[in-house]
Structures are given as C-alpha cells and as structure tokens.
C-alpha cells in the first residue's frame, strides 16, 4: 500500500525567502505526481503535475522535482509572499489497472510572514 | 460552469439520518473521484468512476456508503445512517489530472 509522507508539517519563514517542501512515497511504481495548494475551507488547487517519465515541472515561482528511484519529490518555492501562506499537499497517482486515484500526504502548512 | 460544482457547501444533521451530496463534473470528463478529508485521517480516497465501467469502490469506508453517477456526469454520494465520525469534508475531482471541487463540509451532530 503506498504511503505519501511531507516534512516538515509546518513551515514559518519570512518573506523573500525560498523554500522547499519535501515529500517521500514507499512505491515508485507510480502514474504521476502532483503538488496541490489548499486554502482554509476551500477546495485544492493544483499546482504542478509531474508525469512519471518526467524529473520536474516549472510553473513561475514553484519547481516541482521528481526522483522515482529513491522515491522523493520537492517542492522549491522562490521568493516567497504572504500569498503564498497555505497548506500544500503532495499525492501519488497510482500505476494499477485502470485506477488513477491519488494517495496524499498530511500536508505542510505554510506561513509566510510579512 | 468551468470547474467542479459542489452541493450543499455545508451540511449538519442529525446521527441516524441520511444524506446524500452532490457533484457536477467539469463537462467532457470520464473519471470521477470521491475523498474525504477528515481531522486526523487526511485525504482519503473513496470511490472514482471511469465512463461506463463499474465503479471501483475499494475506498468506501462502510456499507452505509455508497455513490451513483448517472448518465456519466453528475455523481452523488450517499452516506446511510449518519455517525458522528463521518463528520468530514468530502471532496469530488474529475477528469486527468484531477480538478478538485471545494467540496461539502458535513457535520452530524
């Protein structure tokens, strides 16, 4: 059974700085992987998808990496904003049969401090 | 509209009693998924239909689950004899890569 797993669980830093989020998953056979962005008592957003041939994804400030071998993903964030304050998740996509849901991990909470 | 519609946005009821929630795919999506994000547990996958195949139900919690999607568009989830602990947030994503709904904020009371 795969288990996604985010360090850290909560990340404070003040503005202007880059940071990175990790994820771990225990199966590399997978479909793809996304990193999604949460707000308070909303829906998520996706932010990068990286398919399982790729090793990244660049979408403006974010850069998505993918090592399937060791079974690792991060998440670079550069020169972060207050906006950018928010829960992001990681999910595996799964590579069996005809199913593609996603397995998340619990989350990074982000803060950004102005 | 041109993402995933949720409906209620917010649902409280009483244990015991059923209820039944709402998803609106995005128009020309096949597959569809159900989560539920809950206090504790994380986001957790339910059920997720492909077209006409049948539904892979591996992630319903209890038999007092069940979803529908009729005419390969709308889904909706069932949830029989409401406990407490199914008190959560339930997600609906369609299409590949998944878009996410804002989905429904159950609590039973």
């Known amino acids: 059974k795969q288990e996604v797993t985010q360090i850290p669980a909560a990340l404070s830093v003040p503005e202007g700085e880059n940071l990175v989020l990790n994820c771990s998953f225990t199966?590399?056979?997978?479909?793809?992987l996304q990193w999604f962005r949460q707000d308070p008592g909303k829906g998520l957003t996706s932010l990068l998808l990286?398919?399982?041939?790729?090793r990244e994804q660049t979408s403006g400030r974010l850069n998505a990496s993918l090592d399937k071998s060791s079974g690792r993903s991060t998440l670079y964030i550069a020169a972060s904003q207050p906006g950018d304050s928010a829960t992001y998740l990681c999910?595996?996509?799964?590579?069996?049969?005809?199913?593609?849901?996603?397995?998340f991990g619990s989350g990074t909470q982000l803060t950004v401090l102005p | 509209g041109a993402g995933v519609s949720q409906s209620p946005s917010n649902k409280v009821t009483e244990k015991g009693k059923d209820v039944e929630l709402r998803c609106d795919p995005i128009?020309?999506?096949?597959?569809l998924y159900w989560y539920r994000q809950s206090l504790g547990q994380g986001l957790e996958f339910l059920i997720y239909?492909?077209?006409?195949?049948?539904?892979?139900k591996s992630g319903l919690p209890s038999d007092r689950f069940s979803a529908e999607r009729t005419g390969g568009s709308v889904s909706t989830l069932t949830i029989q004899r409401t406990q407490q602990e199914d008190s959560a947030v339930y997600l609906c994503?369609?299409?590949?890569?998944?878009?996410f709904g804002d989905g429904t904020r159950l609590s039973i009371l």
């Open positions: 990286i398919q399982s041939s790729q």
């Open positions: 199966d590399s056979a997978i479909y793809n």
């Open positions: 128009s020309g999506h096949t597959a």
């Open positions: 999910a595996v996509g799964g590579s069996s049969g005809s199913a593609r849901q996603l397995t």
């Open positions: 239909f492909q077209g006409n195949s049948a539904p892979d």
């Open positions: 994503a369609s299409g590949q890569p998944q878009h």
